[in-house]
Nanobody, 127 residues
Framework: QVQLAESGGGSVHAGGSLKLSCVVSGLPFADYCLGWFRQVPGMEREGIATLSIRDDYTYFDKSVKGRFTISRGNAKNTIQLEMNSLKPEGTAMYYC????????????????????WSQGTQVTVSS
């Protein structure tokens, strides 16, 4: 059974940092793309970052580039999104998602190409 267990959300002041973790298990394939998305109520889910497991290639949306990083945790199946210099407009529900692929670009930010999703975690950034 595929599971994406996400953790690490919370509340911070603008300029603060948070680290989200996504633990992936039960995947029926070895090469995959892990995407990070966020969603504000009433808005579409938007892709903010992706990691290619095959070659560790990462890509970031311009809204977070230079402030967010992706890394592997100590366990190979743990992927972390470190969010620095957070802004109030970053308040949203954050999700990790997985799809089977050897190359993540250019569809990395397209919601409906992903096969599995986490339950989401809330991030709130106050001004």
């Amino acid at each position: 059974q595929v599971q994406l267990a996400e953790s690490g959300g919370g509340s911070v002041h603008a300029g603060g940092s948070l680290k989200l973790s996504c633990v992936v298990s039960g995947l029926p394939f070895a090469d995959y793309c892990l995407g990070w998305f966020r969603q504000v109520p009433g808005m579409e889910r938007e892709g903010i970052a992706t990691l290619s497991i095959r070659d560790d290639y990462t890509y970031f949306d311009k809204s977070v580039k230079g402030r967010f990083t992706i890394s592997r945790g100590n366990a190979k199946n743990t992927i972390q999104l470190e969010m620095n210099s957070l802004k109030p407009e970053g308040t949203a529900m954050y999700y990790c998602a997985v799809r089977s692929a050897s190359s993540c670009y250019p569809q990395w930010g397209v919601e409906n190409v992903y096969d599995y999703w986490s339950q989401g975690t809330q991030v709130t950034v106050s001004s």
